[in-house]
Protein backbone atom coordinates (compact mmCIF):
# COMPACT_ATOMS: atom_id res chain seq x y z
CA UNK A 1 0.00 0.00 0.00
CA UNK A 2 1.03 3.34 -0.74
CA UNK A 3 1.88 5.06 2.51
CA UNK A 4 -0.01 8.13 1.22
CA UNK A 5 -3.47 6.11 1.50
CA UNK A 6 -2.86 4.88 4.99
CA UNK A 7 -5.28 7.48 6.89
CA UNK A 8 -7.99 7.45 3.99
CA UNK A 9 -8.22 3.60 4.60
CA UNK A 10 -8.26 4.96 8.87
CA UNK A 11 -10.72 8.03 7.31
CA UNK A 12 -12.96 5.46 5.23
CA UNK A 13 -13.84 3.20 8.26
CA UNK A 14 -14.18 6.13 10.42
CA UNK A 15 -16.71 8.12 8.22
CA UNK A 16 -18.61 5.37 6.09
CA UNK A 17 -18.74 2.53 8.70
CA UNK A 18 -21.88 3.36 10.33
CA UNK A 19 -23.88 2.77 7.33
CA UNK A 20 -25.67 0.04 6.61
CA UNK A 21 -23.67 -2.05 3.72
CA UNK A 22 -26.83 -5.43 3.12
CA UNK A 23 -25.45 -8.49 2.01
CA UNK A 24 -26.97 -10.19 -1.68
CA UNK A 25 -26.87 -6.57 -2.82
CA UNK A 26 -24.27 -5.72 -5.66
CA UNK A 27 -22.48 -2.37 -4.78
CA UNK A 28 -21.62 -0.36 -8.65
CA UNK A 29 -18.30 2.07 -7.21
CA UNK A 30 -17.07 4.59 -9.43
CA UNK A 31 -13.41 4.58 -9.57
CA UNK A 32 -10.68 7.25 -10.42
CA UNK A 33 -10.43 8.04 -14.17
CA UNK A 34 -6.66 9.04 -13.67
CA UNK A 35 -6.04 10.31 -10.10
CA UNK A 36 -6.06 7.54 -7.13
CA UNK A 37 -6.62 9.84 -4.94
CA UNK A 38 -10.03 10.72 -6.11
CA UNK A 39 -11.12 7.58 -5.30
CA UNK A 40 -14.24 8.30 -2.25
CA UNK A 41 -14.34 7.01 1.06
CA UNK A 42 -17.28 5.38 0.88
CA UNK A 43 -15.74 3.25 -2.16
CA UNK A 44 -12.55 2.75 0.14
CA UNK A 45 -14.87 1.36 2.76
CA UNK A 46 -17.02 -0.85 0.40
CA UNK A 47 -14.07 -2.17 -1.65
CA UNK A 48 -12.40 -3.46 1.49
CA UNK A 49 -15.99 -5.07 2.64
CA UNK A 50 -16.93 -7.00 -0.52
CA UNK A 51 -17.00 -11.03 -0.45
CA UNK A 52 -15.95 -10.55 -4.30
CA UNK A 53 -15.28 -7.78 -6.47
CA UNK A 54 -16.56 -8.23 -9.73
CA UNK A 55 -14.36 -5.91 -12.66
CA UNK A 56 -13.57 -5.39 -16.10
CA UNK A 57 -9.81 -6.30 -16.35
CA UNK A 58 -8.99 -8.31 -13.00
CA UNK A 59 -5.36 -7.06 -13.37
CA UNK A 60 -6.02 -4.03 -13.45
CA UNK A 61 -8.31 -3.76 -10.17
CA UNK A 62 -5.89 -5.88 -8.18
CA UNK A 63 -3.12 -3.13 -9.30
CA UNK A 64 -5.69 -0.40 -7.73
CA UNK A 65 -6.53 -2.31 -4.81
CA UNK A 66 -3.31 -3.02 -3.92
CA UNK A 67 -1.95 0.87 -4.05
CA UNK A 68 -4.95 1.49 -1.49
CA UNK A 69 -3.94 -1.15 0.88
CA UNK A 70 -7.28 -3.66 0.48
CA UNK A 71 -6.13 -7.24 0.17
CA UNK A 72 -8.31 -9.28 -1.94
CA UNK A 73 -6.97 -12.67 -3.45
CA UNK A 74 -7.32 -14.04 -6.81
CA UNK A 75 -10.44 -16.23 -5.96
CA UNK A 76 -12.39 -13.02 -4.57
CA UNK A 77 -11.85 -11.22 -8.43
CA UNK A 78 -14.42 -11.80 -10.97
CA UNK A 79 -13.88 -10.97 -14.37
CA UNK A 80 -17.26 -9.25 -15.98
CA UNK A 81 -16.63 -7.24 -18.79
CA UNK A 82 -18.09 -6.67 -22.48
CA UNK A 83 -17.01 -9.82 -24.17
CA UNK A 84 -18.96 -11.78 -21.27
CA UNK A 85 -21.21 -9.26 -18.95
CA UNK A 86 -24.57 -11.28 -19.95
CA UNK A 87 -22.93 -14.78 -19.05
CA UNK A 88 -20.66 -13.50 -15.87
CA UNK A 89 -23.88 -11.52 -14.70
CA UNK A 90 -25.19 -15.04 -13.43
CA UNK A 91 -22.51 -16.20 -11.07
CA UNK A 92 -22.95 -12.79 -9.82
CA UNK A 93 -26.37 -13.76 -9.03
CA UNK A 94 -25.60 -16.99 -7.86
CA UNK A 95 -23.38 -15.19 -4.81
CA UNK A 96 -25.55 -12.65 -4.13
CA UNK A 97 -28.24 -15.70 -3.44
CA UNK A 98 -25.19 -17.01 -1.28
CA UNK A 99 -25.58 -13.53 0.72
CA UNK A 100 -22.14 -12.72 -0.77
CA UNK A 101 -21.88 -8.51 -1.36
CA UNK A 102 -20.50 -7.99 -4.57
CA UNK A 103 -19.02 -5.04 -5.60
CA UNK A 104 -18.80 -4.23 -9.21
CA UNK A 105 -15.96 -1.74 -10.78
CA UNK A 106 -14.41 -0.81 -14.35
CA UNK A 107 -11.42 -0.28 -15.62
CA UNK A 108 -11.87 3.67 -14.54
CA UNK A 109 -14.93 6.06 -13.94
CA UNK A 110 -18.37 5.21 -13.35
CA UNK A 111 -19.94 1.66 -14.39
CA UNK A 112 -22.34 1.17 -16.87
CA UNK A 113 -22.14 4.87 -19.30
CA UNK A 114 -19.51 3.84 -21.70
CA UNK A 115 -17.78 0.89 -19.65
CA UNK A 116 -19.88 -2.31 -19.08
CA UNK A 117 -22.21 -2.90 -15.28
CA UNK A 118 -25.16 -1.87 -16.97
CA UNK A 119 -26.51 -5.37 -17.97
CA UNK A 120 -25.48 -6.39 -14.69
CA UNK A 121 -26.93 -4.06 -13.38
CA UNK A 122 -30.33 -5.25 -15.34
CA UNK A 123 -29.50 -8.41 -14.53
CA UNK A 124 -29.37 -8.18 -10.78
CA UNK A 125 -32.78 -6.02 -10.67
CA UNK A 126 -34.73 -8.84 -13.12
CA UNK A 127 -33.62 -11.24 -10.22
CA UNK A 128 -35.44 -9.38 -8.07
CA UNK A 129 -32.11 -8.17 -6.12
CA UNK A 130 -30.61 -4.98 -4.91
CA UNK A 131 -28.02 -3.11 -6.84
CA UNK A 132 -26.42 0.13 -5.02
CA UNK A 133 -24.48 2.74 -6.52
CA UNK A 134 -22.10 4.65 -4.93
CA UNK A 135 -20.67 7.93 -7.02
CA UNK A 136 -17.83 9.25 -8.02
CA UNK A 137 -15.57 10.00 -10.96
CA UNK A 138 -16.52 10.18 -14.59
CA UNK A 139 -15.14 11.34 -17.43
CA UNK A 140 -18.09 12.51 -18.65
CA UNK A 141 -19.32 15.16 -15.78
CA UNK A 142 -15.66 16.21 -15.32
CA UNK A 143 -15.50 17.83 -18.61
CA UNK A 144 -19.09 19.39 -18.23
CA UNK A 145 -18.29 20.91 -14.80
CA UNK A 146 -15.65 23.17 -16.96
CA UNK A 147 -17.29 23.41 -20.52
CA UNK A 148 -19.25 26.66 -19.50
CA UNK A 149 -22.51 25.54 -20.87
CA UNK A 150 -24.46 27.14 -18.89
CA UNK A 151 -23.48 30.76 -19.76
CA UNK A 152 -24.53 30.01 -23.53
CA UNK A 153 -27.55 31.46 -24.73
CA UNK A 154 -29.45 28.61 -26.10
CA UNK A 155 -32.70 27.26 -26.19
CA UNK A 156 -31.89 23.94 -25.91
CA UNK A 157 -30.68 22.49 -22.43
CA UNK A 158 -29.39 19.56 -20.85
CA UNK A 159 -26.53 17.56 -22.92
CA UNK A 160 -26.70 13.97 -24.72
CA UNK A 161 -24.00 11.48 -24.03
CA UNK A 162 -23.04 9.95 -27.33
CA UNK A 163 -20.18 8.45 -26.63
CA UNK A 164 -17.34 6.78 -29.21
CA UNK A 165 -18.42 6.82 -32.83
CA UNK A 166 -18.40 4.18 -35.28
CA UNK A 167 -14.84 2.85 -36.46
CA UNK A 168 -15.05 2.84 -40.36
CA UNK A 169 -15.32 6.57 -41.76
CA UNK A 170 -18.69 6.74 -43.90
CA UNK A 171 -20.90 5.62 -40.36
CA UNK A 172 -18.47 7.72 -38.09
CA UNK A 173 -19.22 10.81 -41.01
CA UNK A 174 -22.66 9.71 -41.28
CA UNK A 175 -23.42 10.34 -37.58
CA UNK A 176 -21.38 13.77 -37.41
CA UNK A 177 -23.91 14.59 -39.57
CA UNK A 178 -26.66 13.80 -37.45
CA UNK A 179 -25.31 15.44 -34.66
CA UNK A 180 -25.13 18.56 -36.77
CA UNK A 181 -28.61 18.89 -36.19
CA UNK A 182 -28.49 18.15 -32.92
CA UNK A 183 -29.28 21.32 -30.92
CA UNK A 184 -28.10 20.32 -27.29
CA UNK A 185 -24.33 19.90 -26.27
CA UNK A 186 -22.91 16.55 -26.78
CA UNK A 187 -20.30 14.86 -25.14
CA UNK A 188 -18.49 12.26 -27.13
CA UNK A 189 -15.50 9.92 -26.33
CA UNK A 190 -12.54 9.27 -28.53
CA UNK A 191 -8.93 6.99 -28.41
CA UNK A 192 -5.79 8.64 -28.83
CA UNK A 193 -5.31 6.40 -32.24
CA UNK A 194 -9.02 8.07 -33.84
CA UNK A 195 -8.53 11.44 -32.32
CA UNK A 196 -6.62 13.04 -35.36
CA UNK A 197 -10.01 11.14 -37.92
CA UNK A 198 -12.72 12.30 -35.65
CA UNK A 199 -11.15 15.81 -35.72
CA UNK A 200 -11.22 15.96 -39.48
CA UNK A 201 -14.76 14.65 -39.42
CA UNK A 202 -15.97 17.22 -36.70
CA UNK A 203 -14.58 19.94 -38.63
CA UNK A 204 -17.95 20.09 -41.16
CA UNK A 205 -19.56 21.19 -38.14
CA UNK A 206 -17.41 25.16 -38.64
CA UNK A 207 -17.93 27.59 -35.90
CA UNK A 208 -19.63 25.10 -33.82
CA UNK A 209 -17.15 25.29 -30.32
CA UNK A 210 -15.84 21.98 -28.94
CA UNK A 211 -14.10 21.79 -25.08
CA UNK A 212 -11.41 18.91 -25.55
CA UNK A 213 -10.28 17.04 -22.63
CA UNK A 214 -7.43 14.94 -22.68
CA UNK A 215 -5.81 13.17 -19.68
CA UNK A 216 -8.50 14.14 -17.60
CA UNK A 217 -7.26 14.09 -13.63
CA UNK A 218 -3.81 13.23 -14.50
CA UNK A 219 -0.28 15.26 -14.33
CA UNK A 220 -0.36 16.16 -17.95
CA UNK A 221 -4.16 16.72 -18.10
CA UNK A 222 -5.41 20.03 -20.70
CA UNK A 223 -8.40 21.14 -21.22
CA UNK A 224 -9.21 23.28 -23.96
CA UNK A 225 -12.24 25.00 -26.13
CA UNK A 226 -12.13 26.14 -29.73
CA UNK A 227 -13.76 25.67 -32.96
CA UNK A 228 -14.82 22.48 -34.08
CA UNK A 229 -12.61 23.94 -37.87
CA UNK A 230 -9.43 24.38 -36.09
CA UNK A 231 -9.33 21.10 -34.27
CA UNK A 232 -7.04 19.31 -36.27
CA UNK A 233 -4.65 22.32 -36.34
CA UNK A 234 -5.11 22.43 -32.34
CA UNK A 235 -3.55 18.55 -32.46
CA UNK A 236 -0.84 18.99 -35.03
CA UNK A 237 0.35 21.95 -33.13
CA UNK A 238 2.03 19.80 -30.20
CA UNK A 239 2.44 15.78 -30.51
CA UNK A 240 1.92 15.10 -27.07
CA UNK A 241 -1.59 15.91 -27.70
CA UNK A 242 -1.92 12.57 -29.86
CA UNK A 243 -1.42 11.35 -26.41
CA UNK A 244 -4.10 9.62 -23.51
CA UNK A 245 -7.67 9.14 -23.56
CA UNK A 246 -10.21 11.92 -24.99
CA UNK A 247 -13.67 13.45 -23.99
CA UNK A 248 -15.17 16.20 -25.69
CA UNK A 249 -17.90 18.55 -25.55
CA UNK A 250 -19.58 19.74 -28.53
CA UNK A 251 -21.51 22.61 -27.37
CA UNK A 252 -25.07 23.41 -28.09
CA UNK A 253 -25.77 25.23 -31.29
CA UNK A 254 -26.03 29.14 -30.40
CA UNK A 255 -29.82 30.46 -29.60
CA UNK A 256 -29.68 32.83 -33.32
CA UNK A 257 -27.85 30.40 -35.25
CA UNK A 258 -30.62 27.78 -33.98
CA UNK A 259 -33.81 29.74 -34.20
CA UNK A 260 -32.71 30.66 -38.10
CA UNK A 261 -32.38 26.83 -39.00
CA UNK A 262 -35.52 26.34 -36.64
CA UNK A 263 -37.26 28.98 -39.27
CA UNK A 264 -35.66 27.76 -42.19
CA UNK A 265 -37.07 23.84 -41.67
CA UNK A 266 -40.44 25.22 -40.99
CA UNK A 267 -40.72 27.30 -43.87
CA UNK A 268 -39.60 24.99 -46.27
CA UNK A 269 -42.28 22.65 -45.01
CA UNK A 270 -44.90 25.04 -45.08
CA UNK A 271 -44.44 25.35 -48.71
CA UNK A 272 -45.26 21.42 -49.26
CA UNK A 273 -47.88 20.35 -46.07
CA UNK A 274 -50.78 21.77 -43.97
CA UNK A 275 -49.59 24.05 -41.59
CA UNK A 276 -50.29 21.49 -38.50
CA UNK A 277 -48.64 19.05 -40.24
CA UNK A 278 -45.67 21.17 -41.14
CA UNK A 279 -45.77 22.01 -37.54
CA UNK A 280 -45.68 18.27 -36.34
CA UNK A 281 -42.91 17.34 -38.20
CA UNK A 282 -41.00 20.81 -37.69
CA UNK A 283 -41.18 19.68 -34.12
CA UNK A 284 -39.72 16.11 -34.76
CA UNK A 285 -36.80 17.40 -36.99
CA UNK A 286 -35.79 20.51 -34.42
CA UNK A 287 -36.92 19.26 -30.74
CA UNK A 288 -38.18 22.43 -30.49
CA UNK A 289 -41.48 23.27 -28.90
CA UNK A 290 -45.05 22.57 -30.83
CA UNK A 291 -46.49 25.27 -29.62
CA UNK A 292 -43.51 27.97 -30.31
CA UNK A 293 -43.20 26.53 -33.59
CA UNK A 294 -47.13 27.08 -34.04
CA UNK A 295 -47.19 30.61 -33.40
CA UNK A 296 -44.22 31.00 -35.90
CA UNK A 297 -46.29 29.45 -38.23
CA UNK A 298 -49.24 31.46 -37.79
CA UNK A 299 -46.92 34.53 -38.48
CA UNK A 300 -45.44 33.02 -41.73
CA UNK A 301 -48.39 32.40 -42.87
CA UNK A 302 -49.74 35.89 -41.88
CA UNK A 303 -47.17 37.45 -43.82
CA UNK A 304 -47.10 34.86 -46.93
CA UNK A 305 -50.38 33.73 -47.33
CA UNK A 306 -49.76 32.63 -50.77
CA UNK A 307 -46.57 30.22 -49.53
CA UNK A 308 -48.13 27.93 -47.61
CA UNK A 309 -51.07 25.77 -48.49
Not at 195 to 211: D, F
Not at 265 to 285: D, F, G, Q, R, W
Request: glycine residues 8%; aromatic residues 4%; proline residues 5%.
Amino acid sequence: MSASFSSARVAAADAASGQHYPQSALYVVATPIGNLADITLRALHVLSLADTIACEDTRHTQQMLRAFGIDKSGGQLLAVHQHNETEAAQTVIHRLREGQRVAYVSDAGTPGISDPGAKLAASVAAAGLRAIPLPGASSVTTLLSVAGLAGEASAATGFVFHGFLPSKAQERAHAVDLLATEARAVVLLEAPHRIEALAGVLAILGSRSITVGRELTKQFEEIATLLASDMSTWLAADANRLRGEFVLVLHPVPEQQQNGEDLRVLSLLLTELPLKSAVKLAAEITGQPRNALYERALDLKKNNPGDAP
